[in-house]
Structures are given as C-alpha cells and as structure tokens.
C-alpha cells in the first residue's frame, strides 16, 4: 500500500508533501482535533510508520497511533483517537485501549516520553495481533484477535504537532523470523509449564551453561521454557538450551545470566538453604500466567511455605557440574518464582514506571499527576523481614507525600485505586503520622514524625512481626506497634502520592550509619522523653567539665578536632551541607557561646548560620541544614531569623553571608528568655522572645563555611544593656543622623513598643511580624526626646501590597515608660502630634487637611523627617525636603513616633541629606574604535582547514562533508567576522538514522591556535567546546561554554533538512544573531566579544553543508580620512581612525563626587574626589554620591598600588540608592541590583555573566583611567584609557549610582574631571601636539618622531607576561648597548596591555601607506638607533614589517645593525639562481664561498607585515629555558620588528604551502616581502614571545 495519509483527517490538521506530512494547526492554543488515518487499509505484516518531525512543551500527552475499522471517507471525526469506536485499537503512552476503553495498562515504550525525530509504527500480524514498532524495535503483541481492513490511526495529540509518513511495508527478514517465533512459541504455552531457576552453589558457576541450562524438575520431567518477547524488561525464565532456534538476544541473554547471579546471593541472605541448592517445583499457586513475582527459595513440593529454605522437591536431572545429582532443588510456593529477593510487583499504578530490575518505582508525571502511584511486593512479606525504602525524588508542588503499609490483596487479583487509602478492606497504611485502616483513621498520632516532612535520602521500612505484629520504621528506629494483629499473608505497599515522586527498595539495611539523621523532620518532641542515655558520650574534658565544646555527634560531612574546639568540612568543596555541629553541654543564661570563622571557600553560595536548639546532640539525628528541623530550633541565616524552619524576621542585622574568614559570629540567651546575635562582637539586637532554658549552642557549617573554632571567654565581648539611654554599640558602617551633632549618634528606637513591632539591628530597624495578618499595633518610639533642631529621619525599607493606608509618623510628649501602646497611634487623645495620609491630627482629632506630603503615596526607598523647631513648630522633611510648618506650639520635650501600619512593614534611622549639588561640567569624551572590515567585496567565505577528525573539506574550502560516526564534526570559519557580517550555510545532506542535528555559533577560539592533528585539539561535539567562550545555539537552545543560557530561543535546528539555510552574525551591540532559511531570530546571547570564529558542528543527522553566504563588501562611508590627533599616544608608530558617530553624545555633565558612606576602610579627601583605603585589603567600597545620567562617562584615574596584596579594585554600578546602604566587605558580596566588572568578566548579583570581557582589571597600572558610562539604550560600557571595551551589560535601571571596590593592590583613586589631565583626553592630545614639527604630518597622518609612546602613558607596570621576557632576554646576555636606555619605551602586546591601550589590531604606515599588523602576544623591547641611520622626515615614511629569526643569529644580527645573510635565520637565504618557477630555487651548500664574486646572486631576506607568518614556528624555532624566578620551563621564539624602505622589496605569495588564511586582513598571495636592499631594513625592535 501507499505510504500516505487519508485526505479525510481532523479539524486541525493540515496535509503536505504529497499527503506524507500532517502538522496540527495552533499547536500552542488547541491540543486535539489531529486524526489522521492511512490512505488504505493496512496489509498483514506491513508496518505503518510516521516520524516525529515537532513537538511543543504547552501540553501534556503526546502522539497516539493504532488501527480501527472505521472507514475515513464517512468518518465523523471525532477529537482524539480514544474517542474512536467501533472496532478501534489505540496506544495511547504505555497502554493499550479498545473502543476507548483500557485493556492494558502497561504496555511496550511510552509514546509520551518520544523525541522528535523518534519513529513509531503500528503493524496487524499474519495472526490478527496487534503490534506496535518504536525505532525498528518490536514491542510485542498489544492485543489479539483484530479483524482485517483496519486501517492505521495516527493522532497529534498534546504535544506532538507534526508527523510525516516514512513508509509502510512489511519488518525485515531478521524482524520477520523474531516474530514468526514469538508466535509459534505463544502457541505452545498452553501446552507447556512455566518452571523457573533454582540456586546454584558460587563454586558450582564453573560455565555460564550450567547456570543457563537449569531446567524445571516436576515429576522427574524436563519441560521447556517459553523465550520472552521483546517487550520484557527483566528476562527472569531460562530457556532449556542456547540453540539458535531459541533466539534469546544479547540483552536478554545478559539479564537472564544477572538475575541467575543475583538470585544465587540473595538466596544466601534470606536463608534460603544450602547454597549448593534450593528448590524447584510446580507452581502450584493460582495467580496467572503474567505474574512474574518471585517467592521464597524454599518451601515442599505441596506449597507449604517455609522459611528455611531447604526444598524437599523431586529433583530431576539437569545439568549441573555438581556431583551426587547435581543442584539440590526446592520447590516454589505461593505462586511465585524462587527468585526471593524483595521487588516491586511488575503490575502497578497506572503512572507507575519500573525500573533498577524492579528495585525502583517512579510516578510519571510528576507536576502533572499526584496519584495513581500505587506499587506492591512481588510476593508477600516473611515472618520478621524488613521491607524498607529510600525517598529518591520528591517535588515541592502537592500536599501529602509517601504512604505506605501492608494489604491482603495479590497484586496479580487487585484492581489498582488511585489512592491505597481508598481500599476498604484488608489494607493498613502509615499515612502522615498516623495510622489508616482500611482507609479509616485508626491513630492519630502513631510516631513523632511525620511521612509528609520526610526528605530525599531519608528511609522508610515496615516489618511483619511472627506474633502478627506490624511495626514501621523511620531511618532505622523502630516506631513501635502499628496495629496488634494483622493477617497472616500481606503484601507490603507504597503509594507514591503528592510530594513523593521516586523510591528504591533498600536490602542494605544499616541502620547505624542513619541514626545520625532521624529528627530531620521531627515534631515538637523533648530531645529527652522516652530516650534512654547512651552508655558512651563525649566527655570532652573531664578537668573542665563546664567548658563549652562541640559534640562529637556532628553532620555526615563535618568533623571535630583540637579536642572539641574546632568543627570543620574536610571536603567542603565537594559538598555544600551536612556541616552541623552543636554544643556539647546547654547554655547557660547570659552565656554568650561565640565562634571565629578560620576557613572558607569561594565555591558555594551562602555561609555560616548560627542558633540554639532544644535537642540533645547526643540523640539528635543531624540533618542536612538545622533550618529543615521543625520544632525547637531558632537559627540567624543570613542577615534573617528562622525558629522551625519559618522565617519570623527578614532583616534583621548584619548579613552572615558576607562574613570572611577571621570573622566572629555569637548568640547567647538572656535571663528573660530574650536571644541575641553577635557579629564581630557587636551585638545584633534582640532576635527572639520566650526562648526555654537549656538550649544548646548550634552552628551549622553550611556553604562557603568550611571551618570554626570555639573562642574563649576572654575573647567574649560583653553583654549589652537594655538601657533606653545612652549610646549603643553600632557597626562602623551604620548610617545616623547628624543633623543634631555628635549626640545623634544616639538615636535609636526605645526597646518599649506594640505588641507586634519588632527592634533590631542594634535598635536602627523597626518591623512589624506577622505583616500579612496583622496591620497594627506596630508602634515605635525613640529611645530619648529630640533637641530643637534635631531631625529623627527613617527610610521606609519594605512595604506590603495587601492593606489600606500606610505609614504614620509624628510626634508626643509622653515617656515611653509611661505610654500604654495602643493599637495606632491616633487612638491617644492627649499631648500627640500625627501626620496620616495628607492629615495633621493632635489628640487623635484632625486639625487640617490636604498638609503638603501624603504618606500612604510613599514607597520603598522614601524618606520621612520630622524636626521641632527652637519656636515650638513641627516640620516634616520627605526625601530631604521641608514640607512647611505642619503644626505650632509643641512642648519642648518631644519624642518621634513611627507608627508601622498597614502597607508599611520595616523602617530604619538613616542619615539626614539635604538636596544634591547638580550643577554640571563638559567632561572628556573619548572616541570609540574603529572597527575593520574586510577589503575585499564578495568573496565567498571559507572554511578553516582545522576541523574535527571526521570532517572533510571540499570545493577548496567551501563544503564540509562528515564522513563518520554521528560526532566529531566541529569546522569554522577560515576568518574572524566582522561586525554585521553573516556566516551561511546551507544543509545538502542529512542521515536520519541519527538523532540531533547542526549545531552553530560564534566562538573565541582561533582555528591558528589548535595543533596540527585535529584529533588533539578538539572536542567531539560544541557543546564540549570549553576552552575558549563559545556561544552555540543547539536544537533551540543557547549555551555559553555548554552551560544553558535560554531555552525556546527560535524555530530549533533539529527540524532543519535538505535545502534549509542557517546563519549567524555578530552584531554592532555586541549581540549573537542567528538566522534560519534568511530569517532573524533575534538576539541570541549578549555581551559576545569582538574576535570571533564562525563555527559549526556537522552533529546527528546533518552530514554535509555548503557556504552559500560571502564577506561583507567594505562600506564605502566607513573609512575616513585619518584623524590629525591621536586619542592616544600609547603607539606612537600607529594612527587612530575613529568612526563617525562613535562617541557618546556631549550631554550636560553632572558634577560626580564620592558619597560619605563607604566602607569602613575608606579615606575621602579632596572634596571627595580622591578616595583611599588606609587598612587591610577590603572594606574599600565606594559609591558615588550623585547618580549616573545617561550618556554621561564616568571616569577615575587609579593613584596608587600596592603590590604586597594580589587581585585588584573592581567597578561597576549599583541600581538603588546608597544612602541606607550597609557595606560588606567586597563588592561581590552585594546581591541586588549589581552590576559589577571584576578581573576580565562581568557579574550580576554576584552570578558571572560574561567571560573574557576587556582587559584582566587586575592588571591595571598606575595611572589607568577607567570609566562606565550608560548609553541611551541602557547598555553599560567600560572605558579604558578612553577607549570603549563595548557592551558589558544591558538593563541598566534608572537611577544607578557608580561603584568602586578598592580591593588588593589598588589603595587609591581620584575622580578625573575636565581640569585632570587623561589618558587620550585633551591634555595628552596638546603634549603630543606640541612634540611635534610641521614635518611630522603626511598627508594628515600624525607621525612621532622617536616612533615611542609618551613615558606618562607607558601601559602595564606590572605585567607579569613583560616580567617573563624580560628575563628570557637578559638569558641570552645581549649586551645593553643595543637597547634603548628607558625601559619605557618597551611595550608588551600581551592581551591585557594591548586592551588597556586600546590598541587595534592593524595600522598603516609609510608612503604611500601600508597595512601592517601589531605583533600580539609578543613584547618589544626598542632597540637604539645607530647614528648613522637616517632619522629625518623621509626615513619616518617607511613601512613596519616583522623578520622571525633564530636565538643563535641575535648577535650577529645586532652587531650589523641590520638583516644579513648567513645569520642562521631562514629568512636570510643563501645566492640562488633564478631558474625556479618563481624565481627561486633551493641553496647550495657553501655556494657563497665556492663562486667567483661575478656569478654571486644577492642574498634575499624574507619579511612579512604581520608577525602570524613570521612568527611561524619554522621562520622563528623555538627554545625551551627555565624561568631564574620560577624555575618552570617555558618555549620563547624570538624576531625583529624592522622599517622597510618602500620600493626596496618586492609582494609576493606565501613559501610555506599552506591552504587557509595565515592572516585575516592579509592574502596569502601578498603575506610575503622579498628584499635584497642591504641598506633598505632598520632594526626597530626585539620581539621575544614566551610559552
């Protein structure tokens, strides 16, 4: 029959290719309506197959395929294949339903779990079953008995969009013979019994045949054992021989030999008699013949059970090595195998799915579903064995979770509920934490924990007592009774139910190594009732009984040390929690119990946590984190406090997260019951109220904190007071107010206020708990009353969005021992001030309205003041500014009031501010670089003769074909691209016997860079490329370095075929495009650099493609007339030609000065301008005290280093107001709102965003000028030296302040306005000017006339990589006459020294100009100019080019002062005569001694503009040397940079043969210069290069 579809389908369904394909139309809005039916009705055998050619994630449900009798020409369709009657048979995921109605429920593959790309068919056997076909393989009979004309059903359902027809006809020979023997075998089983393996004793396994060719003894006769059909995943029958008739495959041969093994020692566990045998007998049970459970391994020939083991059954003869008749064999009981070990009944929940040899169950669909996840032993449980599991998945969506008991019921017989608690007869279940019979509530309270707060890990066992007893057990402790009397026979159960997703049954059962954890989820329970005292604890000092300790019962991963001072995390890089540790004894009141943090790594996000407990360690089974504990536990996390893993306060002081090692952390219970936390010895405030007495100390080593050591008393700081006067111990970077002098230092909130206020932070910070339940009673005072004058100012830090009304404030009389707090403030009716709304009331009556500031508009972030005046007048001040007179004739002794109400929840005192100085300056606004294009106007692209080991390359570059395997097909682009430039291929062969498909991006590799044999170089596939940042986009997901970075970008690639075009570019805002069939999809990724490689992954079914795209013709517009200034003089041979437009728009400058608050380490000076750390290497944070108009750059010059530290300062921009902001120690500890560039990578809130971004900041000389600007489209840039490193970042908010973080070695930075000379500002632009003469112009190129770079503006210092060569120089002892005198005329092209210049990668000189390339990844070291050489206007307007050389001719090269021959350099070729096709021949030896001067040819000397093709490893060899100050060895090369005469050589094509690109901006036919001017080369510079 035609492989094609019915005409007649669906609503939704639209037909193409010849009737082949059919897509559902909305796939995203509409999930049936998708039938479609064969366009003839199926013959026997032949399969109808479809593949999968697209799929959506909106639905759940996917493709279902079957046959029906229906014809399609008069079919009412109906909206899904389920609902089709009348003769139809339908697979829909793992079961099988007719006319709509299930008659199996686990059947073959899941359709829902296919792929696109995966194939499926539907076929009618010869003998009317029904077969369904996944990717060639057979699963086995559906169903039986179909009539003929049937014809094939296909429906897209859910997820499945589209399908097309790939054939229908009948399997292949080989398929054919599997089924024809499957067939002929199922027919034999009515005739046959099933008989299983026996045990057979370990030294009795000599051969795989004697444990394959066991056969069933019954009555002394051997019967034969039905092979499985394919669709069984656990093969656990033998067949009686391996003849090849009995087709077993390779997969069930080896599960068949695995079970064989297993059964052999499990046997062995559960006693099931001698090893050497155990027994075999008829089933005599009467479960049917799809019951694949297994029973004990032993028990007599009539079925009576026995736990022995030791079968009493005929044995008949077998093969068996053994003597005295073979294995001894026992019979099988109950219906069940003798393969005893305990698994899951292969007959489950409808969305149950097996797997681990029927050791682990799982729920499919976990988020979707949260029943139907029943499963049962595969036989029922032994006097006194324990059933246990481990909870391997558990989801955070349902309520409930695991349940499990026992029930009566076979497995074989049970009509599966959705839920085992629906059963209402002979099940008894643990649900919760009580007990459930027969689906009624027996206990309610049966243990002290609970199922439903169980975690991944934790275990959960159940044991059938021989008094008829049933007990559970939770991580091994034994829970006690359940229920007195159960049946005798039971089958445990499991209902995966809710939150529990995965479980494994567990025959390991050690306890031992679990009771560490068993109260992880305990309810309130006392730590001491009903637990006896171990016999053995701790006892950490028996001298000092009362010193504090750590318990030597601490987390899985922590350890004690240095006698019970010190708790750590060996391996706290390889894991994050299990760091709990716990006091040794209780704390005493006002027992303050303090840890130092010795150790910490940078690998985890968040850090040491810190609390008491009211569970003894000594019985306290730790887990993971103490917040997962329930009951009895208060705990600080990060700068919030937890009591039973509930957050109770959100800020509340000093963040824990931010601590560094040497840091101090403590708590201590008060007397009155209060807790209180320390940071650094400064005190928190209290965190808790009511807590009991003999609570222990708890420190939880979680995150980055890897090891603390208890302090002693000495080191303890002192309690603090509640006094309501005087002044309270602060951190050194807390705000306060100081528009009352010194003394407003003091002011604080008063530890008096309503019922539902809190007071934290050292009395700065007021919140109301309980915030979305309660809206009052949340008054505050301050602690004193305000002088005249005085402004008491409060920032409002959280609001809700749940209440009417918000924040009131205002002023009283009354003394706060003296106010009864009611529940708002307005309800006093004496000697009260308060501002509501826009209402000023006195006494709660209103005496105005419409007052010029409505509180409940206010937000977080605003502001509010109130100050009474020398006259007695109240005032209120939002955001600084003064609202007017609000009321007169106040008492002189008033106190601020704070009423929390409604929507406002927190507020803290900050510093007053009046409004800020904006009056503006013009700062210096540099150019932008100029970006370089490709001369040459549409030649077609090329592919890179580097590529992966099973690529080759064809039409001179231009295809790519794959020519093995399904990997290793990685190519790129033979160029970098240019800015705007797309790189297309086209697809010309693709193999669908593969899945996946191209994979395409951009990437930082340079092809040049990978060694010669592609094998070593590259990994097999893109998403493995990782040693240089590689952006991809794979199906339709894109991948930074293989790590996903957005899913459902675009159409995905794996839908491309024959024909289909694909594209990529990267784009002018530092954006990576990809383009399908011409088509934009968008932004890709951002922040992607400028020098990149088109590459693409030849990967799965795409095999062969072809470039169809060309470089991009250079814009006529885009060159312009080279500038007369330089922006730069860090190069001085080198011009700049700045792009039109390139610069930011001159906008109105904003005057930027340092805010006042900064890190505790930091010095202003200079009106704020200049700032400096003076201690230490942190605590240096800086942030502007205006914030950053758009356009407007910002810029600093770097004053000071010290090179005692490592690392350096970073910088970026911080998106809230600093006013209220409390410094960490280092910039990337800030976590909201941050945008920060650190080294050379960009981090949002403290996660890496971009790598390789601009230079490394760390190697950052002194006088640097850095900068940040934010464009027009929110965009951030960093400025270097004035030159822009492009798009850091994107959604910059509005406002955004500056940072800076003077870490490391930078100590100092000034502000650079219009009057401090910059890097390539004006000032530089003059000097340079001014050295110059009339004469150093041509032709308007600007021309230094000692061609050096102007000592002020030398790059890095510090570079380690100049360090490095300078060292190799001095090894090779040139004498220093060669060589400049000032050492800073010498430049490094290392990566980050040619960033900071911003140096381009080509220039031009000479006259008339020629390209030339800077020699990157070398250092220069500037030769002297002998006196005779010409150094007049006309000499300066020769050519740069590169001469590679060998070690051993330096110094005969240097003594001549020029290139000559017989230097042992390659390039200086010997007399030649020109007979050779170019012109040239080989040398012949000794040929310049051995001609007369007549005959001599003038020795040629090979140059080259770019340092890629003399610096080729056969121009300039290389040599290995030790380093005198690191002692590694290193490779160096070594050459020259030199001035060429124009006209004194000749272009010509590379010697080297070499077929790709050696040079991006230079032709391989124009790569090489010929000279044979003795007097037409000037040595300019030694360049040495170090490996």
């Keep these: 029959m035609a492989a094609e579809l019915h005409p007649c389908s669906g609503k939704l369904i639209g037909l193409s290719n010849s009737n082949r394909t059919a897509q559902r139309n909305q796939p995203v809005q509409e999930f049936n309506h998708g039938l479609v039916l064969s366009r003839e009705p199926l013959k026997d055998r032949d399969v109808f197959t479809v593949r999968i050619d697209k799929k959506v994630n909106s639905w759940s449900g996917s493709i279902e395929i079957g046959v029906t009798s229906l014809d399609p020409a008069g079919l009412d369709f109906p909206s899904s294949a389920t609902g089709l009657k009348g003769g139809s048979w339908i697979v829909s995921g793992c079961s099988v339903l007719r006319d709509g109605r299930s008659v199996l429920e686990e059947y073959g593959r899941d359709l829902d779990q296919l792929s696109e790309g995966d194939r499926v068919g539907i076929q009618r056997s010869t003998h009317g079953d029904l077969h ?128 064989a093994i297993v059964s052999l020692y499990r046997s062995e566990d559960n006693g099931g008699g001698d090893l050497g045998g155990g027994g075999i007998g008829r089933d005599s049970g009467t479960g049917s013949r799809g019951d694949r459970g297994s029973s004990s391994g032993g028990g007599s020939v009539n079925g009576n059970s026995s736990d022995s083991g030791g079968g009493t059954g005929n044995t008949g003869s077998v093969n068996s090595p053994a003597g005295g008749g073979g294995a001894r064999l026992g019979a099988v009981t109950g219906g069940m195998l003798t393969n005893d070990a305990l698994l899951f009944h292969e007959k489950c929940g409808t969305l149950i799915k097996l797997s681990n040899n029927n050791k682990t169950a799982e729920r499919r669909r976990p988020l979707d579903e949260f029943n139907n996840g029943v499963v049962m032993t595969n036989r029922p449980l032994r006097h006194n064995e324990m059933f246990e599991i481990r909870i391997d998945k558990l989801v955070d969506k349902w309520s409930g979770s695991i349940e499990i008991g026992v029930t009566t019921h076979n497995p074989n017989n049970l009509d599966y509920p959705a839920t085992m608690t629906n059963l209402r007869s002979g099940t008894i279940m643990m649900s919760g934490c009580g007990i459930l019979t027969n689906g009624k509530g027996t206990r309610r309270e049966y ?88 016999a053995h604890s701790l006892t950490p000092d028996p001298d000092t009984p009362d010193r504090l300790l750590f318990h030597s019962n601490c987390g899985q991963k922590a350890a004690i040390i240095s006698e019970g001072r010190t708790a750590l995390r060996p391996h706290a890089t390889d894991d994050f929690n299990h760091g709990v540790v716990l006091s040794g004894r209780p704390l005493h009141s006002n027992e303050v119990f303090q840890v130092r943090i010795d150790k910490m790594v940078d690998k985890w996000a968040g850090s040491i946590e810190i609390g008491v407990t009211t569970h003894n360690p000594a019985y306290l089974q730790l887990p993971s984190t103490m917040t997962n504990l329930r009951s009895g536990t208060w705990m600080m996390t990060g700068n919030g406090v937890m009591h039973n893993g509930t957050t109770i306060l959100d800020e509340y002081g000093h963040n824990l ?94 530890q008096l206020h309503g019922t539902n206020a809190v007071i934290t932070n ?120 003064d609202q007017g007179v609000a009321c007169t004739g106040l008492p002189p002794e008033v106190y601020a009031v704070i009423d929390l109400y409604g929507q406002c929840v927190q507020v803290s005192i900050t510093s007053s501010s009046g409004p800020q100085d904006n009056s503006l300056c013009t700062s210096n606004i540099t150019e932008r670089s100029f970006p370089i294009h490709s001369p040459v106007a549409g030649v077609a692209h090329r592919l ?40 297309e291929v086209k697809i010309d062969e693709v193999d669908d016997q593969w899945s996946g498909s191209l994979h395409m991006g951009l990437t930082t590799l340079a092809p040049p860079e990978l060694p010669s044999c592609p094998m070593s170089g590259l990994s097999p596939t893109l998403t493995q490329l990782r040693s240089k940042v590689t952006w991809l986009l794979a199906g339709s997901e894109v991948r930074r370095n293989g790590l996903l970075q957005r899913q459902n970008y675009g159409a995905s690639l794996d839908r491309l075929t024959v024909g289909n075009r694909v594209g990529v570019k990267r784009c002018s805002d530092d954006t990576m495009h990809v383009l399908i069939d011409g088509e934009d999809m968008g932004p890709a990724a951002t922040a992607v650099a400028k020098n990149v490689y088109a590459v693409l992954d030849l990967y799965g079914r795409v095999t062969a493609v072809s470039i169809v795209s060309s470089s991009v013709l250079e814009d006529a517009g885009s060159v312009k007339a080279p500038s007369l200034s330089s922006d730069s003089c860090s190069e001085g041979e080198e011009d700049r030609m700045p792009v039109e437009g390139g610069e930011p728009a001159l906008v109105p400058n904003t005057v930027m000065a340092f805010l006042e608050n900064h890190g505790k380490n930091i010095q202003l000076s200079h009106e704020n301008l200049t700032a400096a750390r003076v201690s230490s290497y942190n605590q240096g944070l800086l942030v502007t005290a205006q914030p950053l108009p758009r356009q407007q750059l910002f810029q600093f010059q770097i004053d000071r280093l010290n090179a005692s530290w490592t690392s350096s300062l970073s910088l970026g921009v911080i998106g809230h107001s600093p006013d209220r902001l409390n410094f960490p120690s280092t910039a990337c500890c800030l976590k909201r709102s941050v945008w920060l560039l650190q080294r050379d990578s960009v981090f949002h809130n403290s996660l890496k965003i971009c790598e390789n971004y601009g230079p490394n900041l760390d190697t950052c000389p002194e006088g640097t000028v850095l900068g940040l600007l934010v464009d027009g489209n929110s965009c951030l840039h960093l400025y270097v030296n004035g030159m822009d490193q492009g798009v850091a970042a994107q959604d910059i908010p509005t406002p955004c302040y500056p940072l800076i973080d003077l870490y490391g070695q930078c100590e100092q930075v000034t502000i650079v306005t219009n009057n401090v000379a910059t890097v390539g500002g004006e000032g530089i632009k003059a000097r340079c000017q001014g050295d110059m003469e009339k004469a150093d112009m041509v032709d308007g190129i600007k021309e230094s006339v000692c061609w050096m770079p102007h000592p002020e503006v ?38 980050s020294c040619h960033k900071l210049r911003g140096d381009e990668s080509y220039y031009k000189r000479g006259e008339p100009p020629r390209d030339y390339a800077l020699p990157f990844g070398w250092c220069r070291f500037a030769l002297r100019i002998k006196p005779h050489c010409d150094v007049s206007n006309s000499f300066k307007q020769w050519h740069i080019a590169y001469h590679g050389t060998s070690v051993g001719a330096l110094r005969r090269t240097l003594d001549h002062a020029q290139l000559l021959s017989g230097t042992s350099s390659i390039f200086s070729v010997s007399p030649v005569k020109m007979e050779g096709p170019n012109g040239y021949s080989e040398p012949e030896e000794n040929s310049s001694n051995s001609l007369p001067d007549r005959d001599r040819e003038v020795p040629r000397v090979q140059l080259s503009p770019t340092m890629r093709y003399s610096g080729l490893e056969m121009f300039a060899p290389k040599v290995q040397f030790r380093d005198p100050r690191s002692h590694c060895c290193h490779q160096a090369q070594v050459g020259f940079q030199v001035c060429v005469r124009p006209g004194s050589y000749k272009v010509g094509p590379q010697t080297l043969g070499a077929i790709e690109p050696l040079d991006p901006r230079f032709s391989n036919t124009e790569i090489e210069w010929i000279t044979k001017d003795q007097g037409g080369t000037l040595l300019y510079g030694l360049l040495i290069r170090v490996e």
């Design 132 to 259: 369904l076909w996944v990717n060639g393989q057979d699963c086995g009979a559906a169903a039986s008995g179909l009539p003929t004309g049937l014809w094939a059903v296909v429906d897209l359902y859910g997820k499945c969009t589209q399908v097309t027809v790939v054939s229908c006809e009948p399997p292949s020979l080989a398929e054919r013979d599997t089924e024809r023997e499957t067939v002929e075998e199922r027919e034999q089983e009515d005739e046959e019994e099933e008989v299983v393996v026996c045990g057979v004793r370990e030294g009795e396994f000599g051969g795989l045949t004697s444990a394959v060719n066991l056969a069933a003894a019954t009555n002394g006769t051997l019967e034969e054992v039905p092979v499985l059909p394919p669709t069984h995943n656990r093969p656990d029958k033998f067949p009686n021989n391996l003849e090849p008739e009995t087709v077993l495959t390779e997969h069930q041969l080896f599960d068949v030999l695995n079970n």
């Design 762 to 881: 050292g009395g700065r910070t007021a919140l109301r708990q309980n915030c979305r339940s309660e809206f009052n009673d949340a008054i505050v005072i301050s602690n004193r009353c305000l002088r005249d004058g005085e402004l008491f100012e409060i920032v409002i830090q959280k609001m809700v969005d749940r209440w009417s009304g918000s924040i009131e404030a205002g002023v009283t009389a009354i003394r706060p021992e003296e106010l009864e707090f009611p529940n708002t403030m307005t309800d006093i009716d004496y000697d009260t001030w308060m501002l509501s709304g826009t209402a000023i009331m006195q006494d709660g009556n209103t005496m105005r309205n419409n007052y010029g500031c409505d509180l409940d508009t206010l937000t977080t972030g605003s502001r509010i003041g109130m100050m009474r005046s020398a006259t007695g007048d109240l005032h209120y001040y939002i955001n600084g500014v």
């Design 1354 to 1391: 030398n790059p890095n210092k510090t570079c380690e990589y100049q360090a490095l060569c300078s060292r190799f120089k001095d090894l090779l002892t040139l004498p220093d006459g060669y060589f400049n005198e000032d050492a800073k005329y010498n430049l490094c092209y290392c990566e």
């Design 447 to 534: 243990c002290e924990f609970s199922l439903d707060e169980l975690q991944e890990g934790d275990h959960i066992g159940l044991m059938h007592k021989a008094s008829g007893a049933l007990h559970f057990y939770i991580n091994g402790i034994d829970q006690g009774v359940a229920a007195a009397q159960t049946p005798a026979v039971v089958y445990a159960v499991v209902d995966l139910y809710g939150m529990a997703v995965k479980v494994t049954i567990v025959h390991n059962h050690n306890h031992s190594d679990r009771l560490r954890r068993n109260n992880a989820i305990m309810r309130a329970l006392s730590p001491d009732v009903g637990r006896p005292r171990p």
């Design 944 to 983: 890179h003769s580097k590529h992966g080991k099973n690529v080759v390359l064809l039409g001179e570059g231009c295809q790519a074909v794959r020519v093995g395997g399904y990997a290793h097909g990685i190519v790129f682009s033979a160029k970098e691209l240019k800015t705007d430039e797309l790189f």
């Design 657 to 750: 997260d931010r601590l560094k090692a040497g840091d101090t952390v403590g708590v201590v219970r008060k007397e009155d019951g209060s807790l209180h936390f320390f940071v650094n010895g400064v005190a928190q405030g209290p965190a808790a109220w009511n807590v009991p007495p003999s609570v222990y100390a708890v420190v939880d080593l979680y995150g980055q904190a890897a090891q603390a050591t208890i302090m002693d008393d000495v080191d303890l700081p002192p309690l603090p007071e509640d006094s309501s006067e005087g002044p309270t111990v602060m951190s050194p970077s807390s705000p306060c107010s100081v528009a009352g002098g010194n003394s407003a230092n003091d002011l604080r909130f008063h």
